[in-house]
């Protein structure tokens, strides 16, 4: 993932910053992490890798000493710093990674490591590092001054979307600027429903004057396997001069399921969000409040719109596409943002057109970053599902749902600071208006409740690439017990950000 052509950094989003950075902690060691030996980490066993008069020959020279000097920990730092002061932060975050396994518990060494990461292009990593060794208590007054100051100064320039966010959120610099962010990930799964089929066995028809129950094809049953994944998906935001925003997102998704040919599908989205101007907003007069180095707190109020397209395509048949607008309003505060919407979608079954329909409903979302590292999403929805064709089963739907999503510091690797707990569960609701079918459970009109969790561990292995463990639990309840269904599943997958 890692390029040794250093003039790329000079195009990514974190080189300005921490090049900054990383001259003022320089040229400034009250502040700064103080590179000498009482301020790294223990010295190995070796006296003449971490003397001082040693560590304080120039980069060139200093650096020819690493094959004898690999496994002491404060020449690894002195020469990660050293590096960052050149502003080659891909090299810098190899020195101090390997520092981190020789001695994973020195601020000094993790300032220096984030520092590293952004440069890198990896602000993300860089910012959930900070955060957690900034809520350590025994950090020299010093040094926890320092990781104030890059936190707030790095984090209004956090403006690309982390890979499962949304493309909207927190702002909280309204300086004109853009960023872009390419993800792309391998996944490697177990799901035991893979096509998400009924939980039930056979089948009881209600007939006049009787009920028949008959067994289920072997091909409804769930069906157990692996399944592989690849992701790609773009990014694209830019903050307008006069106030306004706007991000495009786009994603392509391959899932292979060769236990279950039916299910190996392909789909594709891409997303346009424009936020106007605000039409009313306040700043806080009083600057003694702020925290020192940070932005005053603003409230704002404006318009925006979204479209999208989805399109899906199995093996099996099934084609879907579908095509939404939203128009709302967007009420900004501090760390907040709260948006509410009017929805239209179309949905277009084209394999089975008669499930068809149009859907218009209304959305509230609530979206916070409780601190640099830790972010939530909050989500209310609530709609109608007109059919396209008087004759679809069940008729018109009434549609509820909610969803819930925290991002949350998580236990990392040893000298592999940053890793990151997604939490996530999602419900829906749904009733239809008249009755599914007369063969079934005499005509009973359907209702349906699903409830979705899902828990991932995301660890930084390198700047931009990141691996991660997951489990997801799917339980389906409904009237008619056909569409009573029960889904469980495990992954894991590396993921690479540029």
Same mark, same amino acid.
């Given at each position: 993932m $890692?390029? &040794? ?6 195009r ?7 090049a900054?950075? /990383?001259l003022?902690?320089a040229?400034a ?6 590179p ?7 010295a ?15 980069p060139?020279r200093?650096?020819?000493?690493l094959?004898?000097c690999?496994?002491n ?10 590096? &960052?002061?050149?502003?080659r932060?891909?090299q810098a ?7 981190? %396994?020789?001695a994973p518990?020195?601020?000094?060494t993790?300032?220096q490591y984030a520092?590293?990461l ?10 959930h590092?900070?955060?957690a060794?900034?809520?350590? /208590? ?7 001054? !320092?990781l ?7 984090a209004p ?8 966010g ?6 909280a610099d309204?300086?004109?600027?853009s960023?872009t962010l390419?993800?792309?990930?391998l ?10 089929? /009924?939980?039930?066995s056979?089948?009881?028809l ?12 072997p091909?409804? =049953? ?22 306004s925003r ?8 391959q899932?292979?399921?060769p236990?279950?040919a039916?299910?190996?599908s392909s789909q594709a989205?891409i997303?346009?969000d424009?936020?106007?101007a ?5 700043e806080a007069? /009083? ?5 020192p180095?940070q932005?005053?707190a603003?409230t704002s109020?404006a318009?925006?719109a979204?479209l ?5 395509h199995?093996? *099996?048949?099934t ?13 900004a505060a501090s760390?907040?943002?709260l ?16 499930? !068809?329909? $149009?859907?218009? *409903?209304a ?16 989500a209310l ?19 509820? *749902?909610a969803?819930l ?9 040893? *000298?592999?600071p940053?890793?990151?707990?997604? %939490? ?12 599914? !079918? ?7 009109r359907r209702?349906q409740q699903r ?5 991932e561990?995301?660890?930084p ?7 991660f ?7 389906q309840?409904a009237?008619?017990? =056909?569409?009573?269904?029960? !889904?469980?599943?495990l992954?894991?997958?590396l993921?690479g950000?540029?």
């Amino acid at each position: 993932m $890692r390029r &040794n052509n250093h003039r790329a950094n000079r195009r990514r989003p974190g080189h300005a910053a921490a090049a900054a950075l /990383s001259l003022l902690l320089a040229c400034a060691p009250a502040q700064a992490a103080d590179p000498t030996p009482a301020a790294t980490p223990a010295a190995a066993a070796d006296p003449a890798c971490d003397a001082p008069a040693f560590l304080a020959q120039d980069p060139d020279r200093l650096s020819a000493a690493l094959p004898r000097c690999e496994k002491n920990p404060t020449y690894l730092y002195h020469l990660g710093w050293q590096r &960052n002061q050149q502003q080659r932060y891909e090299q810098a975050a190899d020195h101090l990674e390997r520092a981190l %396994l020789l001695a994973p518990d020195q601020p000094a060494t993790l300032l220096q490591y984030a520092i590293a990461l952004a440069g890198s292009g990896d602000l993300h990593s860089a910012i959930h590092l900070m955060t957690a060794l900034r809520q350590r /208590s025994d950090l020299p007054a010093p040094l926890r001054a !320092s990781l104030h100051h890059l936190l707030a100064t790095w984090a209004p320039r956090l403006l690309a979307p982390p890979a499962d966010g949304p493309i909207w959120g927190p702002q909280a610099d309204p300086s004109p600027r853009s960023a872009t962010l390419l993800t792309a990930s391998l996944r490697l799964g177990y799901d035991n429903n893979l096509q998400g089929a /009924s939980r039930q066995s056979s089948l009881t028809l209600t007939l006049p004057g009787q009920h028949i129950t008959l067994p289920l094809e072997p091909d409804q =049953l769930p069906r157990a396997g692996i399944w592989q994944q690849a992701d790609l998906r773009a990014s694209h935001q830019r903050q307008q001069p006069g106030g306004s925003r706007w991000g495009l997102q786009a994603a392509l998704q391959q899932r292979n399921t060769p236990s279950y040919a039916s299910t190996t599908s392909s789909q594709a989205e891409i997303q346009l969000d424009y936020t106007l101007a605000p039409v009313w907003q306040w700043e806080a007069a /009083s600057k003694t409040i702020a925290t020192p180095g940070q932005p005053p707190a603003r409230t704002s109020l404006a318009p925006w719109a979204s479209l999208g397209l989805t399109a899906l395509h199995t093996q *099996g048949g099934t084609r879907y596409a579908g095509r939404n607008l939203a128009l709302g309003l967007e009420w900004a505060a501090s760390a907040c943002v709260l948006r509410a919407a009017l929805d239209s979608q179309q949905r277009q079954l084209h394999s089975t057109p008669i499930l !068809s329909g $149009r859907y218009l *409903g209304a959305s509230l979302q609530w979206q916070c970053q409780a601190s640099s590292a830790r972010q939530w999403l909050a989500a209310l929805r609530a709609g109608r599902d007109q059919a396209q064709d008087p004759g679809r089963p069940g008729g018109n739907q009434a549609q509820y *749902g909610a969803r819930l999503q925290l991002a949350t510091p998580a236990p990392s690797l040893p *000298g592999r600071p940053g890793a990151q707990w997604l %939490l996530e569960a999602d419900y829906s609701h749904q009733r239809d208006t008249q009755g599914y !079918s007369p063969l079934l459970q005499d005509n009973r009109r359907r209702q349906q409740q699903r409830l979705s969790a899902r828990i991932e561990w995301q660890q930084p292995l390198w700047p931009g690439l990141h691996t991660f463990i997951a489990g997801e639990a799917v339980a389906q309840n409904a009237n008619l017990t =056909l569409f009573q269904m029960r !889904s469980q599943g495990l992954w894991l997958g590396l993921r690479g950000q540029w």
